[in-house]
């Protein structure tokens, strides 16, 4: 267990006397179970309060190698025996008990990215549970709503960049739009070696890997040293295909589970209809192109009526590696690729996705005050290894304390060079424009540059929660927060 994990147990023992949370220190169980957390439901009632079939699944974490690109070979880790792990598909309201067995040389987790699990399922080491140990498994049981596309993944130090990552989708009862089939696209970065933390590099202010330059020209600041971008589990030179059929509606579930890239997503000779936003039901919007951030997921639905063989890419938008890329082919059509070089128009221009342009298709509660309000700070970066929401690196950081059924508002500013991608565990979170309802997501993207997003949420969900950066470097480096219920 590296350094920053081990003083998640020590924040934690001692985060008691920071902004006026309960004097009770969090009872410890033994490694691989859940933390004993005051005021939320334990691992027995969250079995219980789970409904419906249960669905067993089987998951083990262990070493893996896959051939991502002609001649070249990943050995890395992942779930049974390959990357992505295998897709989780539930109907809504199904229960899930999934048993994780550890193969690896060091403790894991699993956490299930999006869902609203209770407090002991979610997955966070020393926060809801003790890692499990190599040798050990756990058993995750929750009950599978509400309908979306989800992911899941290590929620340890940066295994989730070797490869421990795979998404899970639950199909709702009756869609909001109409399509024939679905189809999953998995955007990542492709780290060749171990993750390694991220270290100031003296006078050039560059932090590990290299300095990030994104397509807009727009220093963007530190990234790992990337060998490239992989859409479901392929480098560019050896690209999937996805065959539609003449006047299909297919619908794409495009998921970002990256450790540190946000993507610009465009196909060739078609606009996308945008209908999901992290598993939330959306009113449908078209766009030409999207921004996916670490941790983010939009559903898109595109009308087959355009015929050929179309690409399909996704770019770095902080960082130099080549667009990740795939293949649209029609089965009625003679050329099996693109032509050579051929990228989507929407990678440098055409309409792009805005938060704003969102809104869930369910109305929300009238608009009240917030019972409660966070100013945060998100700042890192350049001279510093350290990235910090108002100063404070995790786990050095006051917990954000909340009561349960109040309504929450986290205000952010970006004063560093990059991105952040803010997620929120536990709880759906109302943002975008907040006038008029806005959207449900679970994760946001705070843009750079003094860059402002506001958030809201309702507490009704107890217990220990995290609020970070998904970018995995700098949640790794100190930008996280616990969301303590008191």
Sequence with gaps: MDRRHFLYHTALAGAATLVGCRPEAPRYAEAGRPIAVPGAPSYQAARDAATGPARQVRLVAEAVEV???????????????????????????????????????????????????????????????????????????????PAGSYLYHSHVGLQLDRGLVAPLVIEEREPHVAYDRDVTIVL??????????????????MVGGRMGRGRGGMMGGQVPPYRGLLLNGKLPTDPVAIEVRRGERLRMRVMNPSGATTFRFAVGGHRLTVTHADGEPVRPVTVDALLVSMGERYD???????????????????????????????????????????????????????????????????????????????????????????????????????????????????????????????????????????????????????????????????????????????????????????
């Design 67 to 145: 051939e991502v690109g002609p001649g070249e070979v990943w050995r890395t880790w992942g779930y049974n025996g390959g990357y992505t792990g295998p897709e989780i598909r539930l109907a809504e309201g199904e229960r899930l008990e999934a048993t994780v067995v550890n193969r690896l040389p060091e403790p894991t987790t699993i956490h299930w990215h999006g869902i609203p699990v209770p407090n002991p399922m979610d997955g966070v080491p020393g926060l809801t549970q003790e890692p499990v140990p190599p040798g050990g498994s756990f058993v995750y049981d929750f009950a599978a709503e």
């Design 300 to 486: 898109v639905v595109l009308e087959a009526d355009n015929p050929g063989a179309w690409p399909i890419a996704a770019a770095t938008v902080e960082g130099t590696s080549a667009p990740a890329q795939a293949v649209l082919r029609y089965r009625d059509a003679a050329a099996v690729r693109p032509r050579e070089g051929a990228l989507p128009d929407g990678l440098t221009g055409g309409r792009l996705l805005r938060l704003d342009d969102l809104r869930s298709v369910e109305e929300p509660a009238p608009a009240t005050r917030p019972d409660r309000t966070f100013d945060l700070t998100l700042s890192g970066g350049m001279m510093s290894s350290a990235w910090t929401i108002d100063g404070q690196a995790y786990p050095d950081a006051a917990p954000l304390a909340v009561r349960e059924g109040e309504r929450v508002r986290l205000s952010m500013t970006n004063h560093s060079a990059m991105l952040h991608p803010m997620h929120l565990h536990g709880h759906f979170f109302r943002t975008g424009d907040l006038a008029t309802g806005g959207v449900r997501k679970d994760t946001v993207l705070v843009p750079a540059h003094m860059g402002r997003v506001a958030v809201e949420f309702v507490a009704d969900n107890p217990g220990r929660w995290f609020f970070h950066c998904h970018n995995a470097y700098h949640l790794e480096a100190g930008m996280a927060r616990e969301v303590r219920y008191v």
């Design 188 to 205: 990542d970065d492709y780290l060749p070696g171990a993750p390694e933390p991220l270290t100031a590099a003296g006078r050039g202010g």
